[in-house]
């Protein structure tokens, strides 16, 4: 597997484009499995988690052409509405298509993701908003096997437990097509929420309320394909605001939402990073010294939990102590004792890591097995003396588009190296 090796010591300059959301590229190629035609997905990002939902579409019958960030879906109906463990294991996010198949052939077979390296993640709230509306849900042999009895899935008031992103992904694609109104209560509030609710709504859906915590779908009869170009990434935005800051760097991010990135914003502004709308873009840049603020994550529209790993490396620069609490998943610090490898000072109780700051961080062999994480070692990399060599790149190209040429475009010495680990 390869590996990135950073020399530590560069101040970030430069201009840097951000691309299109992975995680609103995912539920939104699922959405082609609910109208048979030729769908176009413009500014789609080129990760490896898009080519992984490409293999499971194919797997299911589908059309799927990438070229760029173009990504054409012929779909047509499926045969079997399947997802295989191969796949699911190597991308959670292939739960998504279990919302569009049950919708579309009232009924599925996917494989259960289990955990990961983040914590347990469990998708009974998927589940039971399916039982809601009709479905029978039974599990055998790791997969999780979904039949309508009916047919056709019937519209119903789900109230969710948590704020699920994906399960309110995955309910709303399922309730387009049941009969009746379906309302999704406590339902997540991301953008990418609100981004598949208005893809949804182009190919004849009725939603209302996408992107706050009602949402109300009524049914429709059929859906059309669509043409449609996939918002910025707000997590990948807000790495490189980070990177910027903690090299007290200069740097101008270019095709940004910066309504979508205001909690980090303001965040990176109480540590005394300066923040300004610039254009369509966002200048991120860091006077020294920064001061350790605190941070807990939560739902949107509060600090995400995406950008904690990122936030935490940046307040190891600050001066004076911060506590970062993560609220959304248990087991999300795994960063940490890479930090402290590198000289950091993180004490962990519990939810909460409490960051000493202003100690001097030393390059060193590092790995993550979590995307975030490894974003947080990379930007390590950039601000300690002498050389990193971030393991296992493989996790940062599941959700960070050519990071290297990215953050070497802003004078950053990085280089991907051929690895054995
Ligand atoms: N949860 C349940 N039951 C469920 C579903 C979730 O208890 O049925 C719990 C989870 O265990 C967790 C919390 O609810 O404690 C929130 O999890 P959520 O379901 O919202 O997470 P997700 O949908 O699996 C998405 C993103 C994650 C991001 C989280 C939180 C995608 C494909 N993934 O995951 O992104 O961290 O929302 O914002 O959208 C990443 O990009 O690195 C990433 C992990």
Do not use: W
């Not at 951000?18 to 997905?41: E, R, T």
Request: aromatic letters at 4%.
């Amino acid at each position: 597997m390869d590996n990135l090796r950073i020399q530590g010591g560069a101040r970030l300059e430069g201009r840097v484009g951000i691309s299109g959301a992975k995680n609103a590229a995912l539920p939104i190629l699922c959405a082609a499995l609910l109208a048979d035609g030729d769908h176009c997905f413009r500014n789609v990002p080129g990760l490896r988690d898009v080519r992984t939902m490409g293999k499971l579409l194919e797997t299911l019958g589908l059309g799927v052409r990438i070229e760029g960030h173009v990504v054409e879906v012929a779909s047509s109906p499926v045969p079997e509405p399947l997802a295989p463990y191969e796949l699911v294991k190597q991308m959670r996010a292939s739960v998504l298509v279990l919302g569009p198949l049950v919708a579309r052939y009232g009924r599925a077979r996917v494989s259960l993701p289990g955990g990961c390296a983040i914590g347990a993640r469990p998708i009974d709230q998927h589940l039971k908003g399916l039982e809601a509306m009709g479905a029978e849900v039974e599990l055998d042999h790791g997969y999780v096997n979904v039949v309508v009895p009916k047919g056709r899935l019937e519209g119903a008031m789900i109230y969710l437990d948590v704020p699920t992103v994906t399960g309110t992904e995955n309910l709303m694609s399922a309730a387009v097509l049941a009969k009746g109104r379906t309302t999704l209560v406590n339902a997540a509030r991301e953008p990418e929420v609100e981004e598949l609710a208005r893809v949804l709504n182009k190919m004849g859906a009725n939603i209302t309320g996408g992107g706050t915590d009602v949402i109300t779908i009524e049914g429709v009869e059929g859906l059309h394909p669509v043409d449609h170009a996939v918002i910025p990434d707000r997590i990948e935005a807000g790495t490189y605001m980070a990177a910027a800051a903690a090299t007290r760097g200069n740097v101008l991010l270019e095709g940004v939402a910066f309504e979508h990135l205001e909690a980090v914003a303001a965040k990176l502004r109480e540590a005394g990073v300066v923040v300004e709308r610039e254009g369509a873009g966002v200048r991120v840049a860091a006077p020294t010294p920064l001061r350790g603020v605190d941070a807990t994550t939560a739902p949107h529209p509060g600090f995400p939990t995406d950008m904690q790993a990122q936030f935490m490396i940046l307040m190891c620069t600050a001066t004076g102590p911060s506590v970062i609490t993560e609220t959304i998943f248990e087991n999300r610090f795994m960063h940490v004792p890479e930090l402290v490898r590198m000289g950091a000072e993180i004490d962990i109780r519990g939810r909460a890591a409490t960051v000493a700051g202003t100690r001097p961080l030393s390059g060193a062999q590092v790995m993550a097995t979590d995307l975030r994480a490894s974003a947080s070692l990379v930007i390590a990399g950039l601000v300690a003396e002498g050389t990193t060599d971030v393991l296992r790149v493989y996790h940062l190209d599941r959700g960070y588009e050519r990071i290297e040429e990215k953050l070497g475009g802003l004078g950053a010495s990085i280089e991907r190296v051929p690895g054995s680990l």
